[in-house]
């Protein structure tokens, strides 16, 4: 299933579709999953619109196989293959954006409740060339994040909506170009609050369980709105992303679709 956006229909996230997303998720409207692990339907994956700009593809495809130990992808036989292109010389502001994921099935989730997340990728040597060497070790920056669009229900702060996003570390040398093993969003990489609407921010970035205690104030609980996998608007990325995990289900991307893996 591929799947190529153009950047004039979706590129600006309208009032409308976000109030509806945000209003579904204020405090006594919809009641979180208790523990945290609600299973994802296949048909409920696929392109966010609202946060897609430009013409990426985001694709379910076989693959991609190479020679060697991790030359597989580490589910089944396909992956989610992530196509961005970086800024030109000529236009500032023309990176693209891919997002994919599920805004259905996790809506209304405490995001408290999740104590597992991460994803297995595939880094090539030209998307560590394309990104900055002086901006983490390996290009490490550049590579697909996992993000949470949540209402932070924050006493402190206005803000209904904020994104949570997961920036992984480098993938390490000797996993270029092929399979990577699970990189584990609660134990590396570093997270932030789009919104900086708590200490965990761009500028300030925190590790997972410190993401978790700025969120829980006491008072009601940040609540997920969609989940899934985000590149871009930095540096031209070529790729694929595979065995998605939130708790405990592991999404596999295969061609046909994404199918749920129940583990520990």
């Excluded at 579709?17 to 994956?45: C, H």
């Excluded at 259905?104 to 990728?121: H, I, M, T």
Aim: proline share 5%.
């Amino acid at each position: 299933m591929k799947v190529r956006l153009g950047a004039g229909r979706w590129k600006v996230l309208t009032a409308t579709a976000l109030a509806t997303i945000v209003a579904s998720t204020v405090p006594g409207t919809v009641s979180a999953v208790a523990d945290g692990n609600r299973v994802a339907r296949s048909e409920n994956w696929g392109v966010i619109p609202r946060n897609t700009i430009g013409s990426p593809v985001a694709d379910l495809r076989f693959g991609p196989v190479v020679p060697g130990s991790n030359g597989r992808p580490p589910y089944g036989n396909g992956s989610l293959g992530i196509e961005v292109a970086g800024k030109s010389a000529a236009e500032a502001d023309d990176a693209e954006k891919a997002d994919f994921g599920n805004s259905v099935d996790f809506l209304g989730e405490n995001l408290l409740q999740v104590d597992r997340v991460g994803f297995n990728v595939f880094q090539s040597s030209v998307n560590l060339a394309n990104g900055d060497p002086n901006d983490g070790s390996l290009g490490g920056t550049n590579l697909p994040s996992v993000r949470f669009e949540i209402n932070p229900n924050l006493s402190t702060s206005p803000d209904r909506y904020t994104v949570a996003v997961w920036r992984p570390d480098a993938v390490q040398a000797r996993y270029l170009d092929q399979w990577s093993p699970y990189l584990d969003a609660t134990a590396s990489g570093s997270w932030y609050l789009t919104g900086g609407e708590t200490n965990c921010n761009q500028a300030a970035r925190c590790t997972f369980d410190e993401l978790q205690t700025s969120l829980d104030d006491g008072g009601a609980t940040p609540t997920i709105l969609s989940f899934g996998v985000h590149k871009g608007r930095d540096y031209a990325w070529v790729g694929a992303v595979d065995g998605l995990r939130l708790n405990q289900y592991v999404y596999d991307f295969e061609a046909n679709g994404v199918n749920a893996r129940r583990v520990r």
